[in-house]
């Protein structure tokens, strides 16, 4: 056990849809102490690549707020942190895997997601609660622009953190657990089946294939759990 949850646990998962009344789309998702707000809007442009192709795009902006940390985290200004530019972009990818493009038309989805505060799994947290705020944004589209949902949502991404920490495999760490992890992984997968990204990092050793197999099998166990969660907050079940 650890902070009384067993090694197989998630901690405590809330999703709150519609949280911001402006935008199309909105969810405050909770992870334990976790807590990171998920919006998303759209506008009738696309980059310069897609232009008269027909096709939209979808793009993310991921950033921690100066309170989220117990030492406040400068706004970043200038230039974005290579963690900052990284996140975002497997947000983005993970979040392109379930929409149809072609079906939005030329039009981009922007996705902001905003760490209130931060206890590990920040990313996370920001593609379980960005799945929402997607969700609710291409209800708006359906309703105002004619394009049916159904033809341009392909399916849910859910997504979980494992690790290898004082030799256990454990579930959906922490900071605490994270920051101190011997292997530390990161895994996205569209309706739990197909996966989307793994990221798996040996911090502080190496893992051997059994090991790998084993973190593989404890997040799925953890991505079908949050995956029934979603679709509920959803109404799809």
Known sequence: ???????????????????????????????????????ATWNEDVPQFLKGTGQGWLTCEYRMLPGST????????AALSGRTYEIQRLIGRSLRSCLDLAAIGERTIFVDVDVLQADGGTRICGINGSVIALYRCLQEMEEKLGIPVAFAFKG???AVSVGIVEGEVLLDLEYSEDSCAEVDMNVVAFECEQFVEIQGTGERQTFSHSQLLELLSLSQKGIEEIYQIQRQVLELV
Do not use: A, F, H, Y
């Open 1 to 39: 056990m650890r902070n009384s949850r067993s090694n197989d646990q998630l901690r405590d998962v809330k999703l709150i849809p519609d949280w911001l009344e402006n935008p199309p789309g909105s969810c405050l998702i909770e992870m334990g102490r976790t807590r990171v707000l998920c919006t």
């Open 70 to 77: 117990p030492s406040r985290i400068s706004r970043e200004r």
């Open 156 to 158: 849910i991404v859910s």
